[in-house]
T-cell receptor, first 110, second 114 residues
Framework: RKEVEQDPGPFNVPEGATVAFNCTYS??????FFWYRQDCRKEPKLLMSVYSSGNEDGRFTAQLNRASQYISLLIRDSKLSDSATYLC???????????FGTGTRLTVIP | DAGVIQSPRHEVTEMGQEVTLRCKPI?????LFWYRQTMMRGLELLIY????????DSGMPEDRFSAKMPNASFSTLKIQPSEPRDSAVYFCASSIDGKGEKLFFGSGTQLSVL
């Protein structure tokens, strides 16, 4: 079983729409959670960390549900520039190992 | 800051040849990671170093793969001999802390083994 599982999509949404991605993780000992963004043919870049209390950064909201072992990312008022692959990332305990999901592809359509 | 620098950007080689990928982490970062990305398996950690010392190489596929970090500003990933199934994008990343929570990735090396 994979450590991190995501719906690969693609999600095709119109500009201005709200879109949400979920990600599930298998190890209940996981301690840190993140969303990375990867543009086509580019390297991944940290989008935001996910805190237990949930956190918001502009149009982006991340939430963690430890009981159900899933993480979500909500994007409001989608922009064309939001088109990318969104990677869910989990860190286990104190290990220096981050487990990446295979990503969810988002395309925002004009 | 120039960020994490990888070379080459693209490498095309024939099966059986040796391939060497290079990485220069961000100055001051004490952790360095090598990842491989494919469509099927996504990003997989191959090995990581902390203060130039290999900490976990359990992700290295087999003995054909080796990695070194002779100093804080340089690392190599070598594949010898290369095989077509090694074709992937290889990313190097560094982080300032020992937890690797915020990784800064290089632009990657697109490797094609024919």
């Amino acid at each position: 079983r994979k450590e991190v599982e995501q719906d690969p999509g693609p999600f095709n949404v119109p500009e201005g729409a709200t879109v949400a991605f979920n990600c599930t993780y298998s190890n209940s000992a996981s301690q840190s959670f993140f969303w990375y963004r990867q543009d086509c043919r580019k390297e991944p870049k940290l989008l935001m960390s996910v805190y237990s209390s949930g956190n918001e950064d502009g149009r982006f909201t991340a939430q963690l549900n430890r009981a159900s072992q899933y993480i979500s990312l909500l994007i409001r008022d989608s922009k064309l520039s939001d088109s990318a692959t969104y990677l869910c990332v989990v860190r286990l305990g104190r290990a220096n190992n981050l487990f990446f999901g295979t990503g969810t592809r988002l395309t925002v359509i004009p | 800051d120039a960020g994490v620098i990888q070379s080459p950007r693209h490498e095309v080689t024939e099966m059986g040849q040796e391939v060497t990928l290079r990485c220069k982490p961000i100055s001051g970062h004490n952790s360095l990671f090598w990842y491989r990305q494919t469509m099927m398996r996504g990003l997989e950690l191959l090995i990581y170093f902390n203060n130039n010392v290999p900490i976990d190489d359990s992700g290295m596929p087999e003995d054909r793969f080796s990695a070194k970090m002779p100093n804080a500003s340089f690392s190599t990933l070598k594949i010898q001999p290369s095989e077509p199934r090694d074709s992937a994008v290889y990313f190097c990343a560094s982080s300032i802390d020992g937890k690797g929570e915020k990784l800064f990735f290089g632009s990657g090396t697109q490797l094609s083994v024919l």
